[in-house]
């Protein structure tokens, strides 16, 4: 998955333009930027890549998910449905929002549960994140009819799948607001940076105001621009648009190698009797950038997951004892242990974690083994990790 293995002179030229001319800003400083607009650029590599009509690039992909949401309104008392296997920024983004985050069972997508969500709706409900973890999605179409029969926001994190597809569109292209990280594990990366991206005008200008401060962008004078809300500073430099850039011109290059090397880690596993994968909805084809399988029991996967370890097979996860993705170890949240004051209805949100349990969670996360998939490995190499895997696994199965 991460971009940064095939950096090179591409990067580098687009880097060095910004460099020339020292314009370090993507706003303003027309007459010295020699026509240097990497953010713009990029905004409108992007709006092409996922045929979108708007994309507002920002900081980080946390960044992205914040400035979705607030842009189509969601905020204090609001209540947003995000599932219990994603990575920390899906709720960080909702709680700087002073929204509240409700959290709902995935299912065997490794995302969201539509019965879940939809068993999860209240009268405070006004949004629903679907996360698309690990390279594939969630039944978009399910959640989709249920977010427009409750009349709720459907926001799509596409941060771990970017080019992977539903019905022949791109993810983070199919809800009302699709969101990017390109952190610097990402599929492509910025060295730090995110996009919001969606078709709906009002969400983007208010994304495009409120990541700058709230600057309306009218006009070429900074100084003299209004301000019709408040904003906050989630802007990207031109220096890591110019990454992204680069990198953004290779995403079908960068997808091709994570297929050829998924496919060969998936066809030598397959065959193995109690591996089985996770479901990828009709319709739906994944990025690539990991393989996620199950084991029959938490005892196996225990046991696969440290025979990987001790055999030298890296960059696979066992999300279940992992501190960063699952609800199971989120301490912190749980006991909501903010620097500052949280408001009443978070606190009793979060502390309603403490006791509940996400059984059908466990069943799944406690079982799945999620693999990255790296751009840099040569084919020896994949087959190598192939045959180590296959003997790990066997090796645990039939101990
Ligand atoms: C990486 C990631 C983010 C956050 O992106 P940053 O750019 O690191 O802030 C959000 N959601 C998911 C699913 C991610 O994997």
């Known amino acids: 998955m991460p971009g940064f293995e095939l950096f090179g002179d591409l990067e580098r030229k687009e880097v060095n333009d910004v460099l020339d001319n020292g314009v370090l800003m993507r706003y303003g400083f027309d007459g010295m930027r020699n026509g240097h607009w990497k953010a713009k650029e990029l905004e409108s590599e992007l709006s092409k890549a996922f045929g979108v009509n708007h994309v507002q690039l920002v900081s980080s992909g946390t960044a992205a998910v914040s400035v979705a949401l607030a842009s189509a309104g969601v905020g204090a008392g609001d209540e947003v449905i995000m599932p219990t296997f994603t990575f920390v920024a899906s709720f960080e983004a909702i709680l700087m929002l002073g929204a509240t985050p409700v959290l709902v069972d995935i299912d065997d997508t490794l995302t969201l549960d539509p019965k879940a969500v939809e068993a999860a709706i209240t009268p405070k409900t006004k949004a629903v994140m679907v996360v698309q973890m690990c390279g594939s999605m969630g039944d978009l179409n399910a959640l989709s009819a249920i977010c427009k029969k409750h009349n709720l926001i459907f926001v799509e994190d596409a941060c771990q799948a970017i080019g992977g597809t539903y019905d022949g569109k791109p993810l983070g292209s199919i809800a009302d607001l699709g969101c990017f990280s390109f952190d610097f594990v990402k599929t492509i990366t910025c060295g730090e940076g995110g996009a919001v991206i969606t078709n709906n005008k009002d969400y983007y200008l208010n994304a495009d105001h409120y990541s700058d401060h709230g600057h309306d962008h009218v006009g070429n004078d900074r100084g003299a621009e209004t301000h019709p809300f408040l904003g906050y500073n989630f802007r990207i430099s031109?220096?890591?648009?110019?990454?992204?850039?680069?990198?953004?011109?290779?995403?079908?290059?960068?997808?091709?190698?994570?297929?050829?090397?998924?496919?060969?880690?998936?066809?030598?596993?397959?065959?193995?009797?109690?591996?089985?994968?996770r479901r990828v909805p009709k319709g739906g084809e994944e990025s690539y950038a990991f393989l996620n399988f199950f084991l029959p029991d938490l005892i196996d996967t225990r046991k696969v997951s440290e025979a990987f370890k001790a055999n030298g097979v890296d960059?696979?996860?066992?999300?279940?004892?992992n501190n960063w993705h699952y609800v199971r170890k989120w301490e912190h949240l749980k006991e909501a242990k903010s620097l500052y004051p949280l408001s009443s209805e978070i606190q009793e949100a979060l502390s309603v974690l403490q006791k509940k349990k996400f059984e059908q969670s466990d069943h799944y996360i406690g079982r799945n083994i999620s693999c990255l998939i790296k751009l840099s490995w040569t084919e020896e190499e994949v087959h190598e990790r192939a045959a180590k895997m296959v003997k790990c696994i066997k090796d645990a199965l039939n101990s």
Do not use: M, W
């Open 238 to 277: 031109e220096l890591n648009a110019a990454v992204g850039l680069a990198q953004v011109r290779r995403l079908s290059e960068f997808i091709a190698l994570q297929k050829k090397n998924y496919t060969i880690l998936r066809d030598a596993i397959a065959r193995i009797p109690g591996v089985t994968f």
């Open 315 to 321: 960059t696979c996860f066992h999300y279940f004892d």
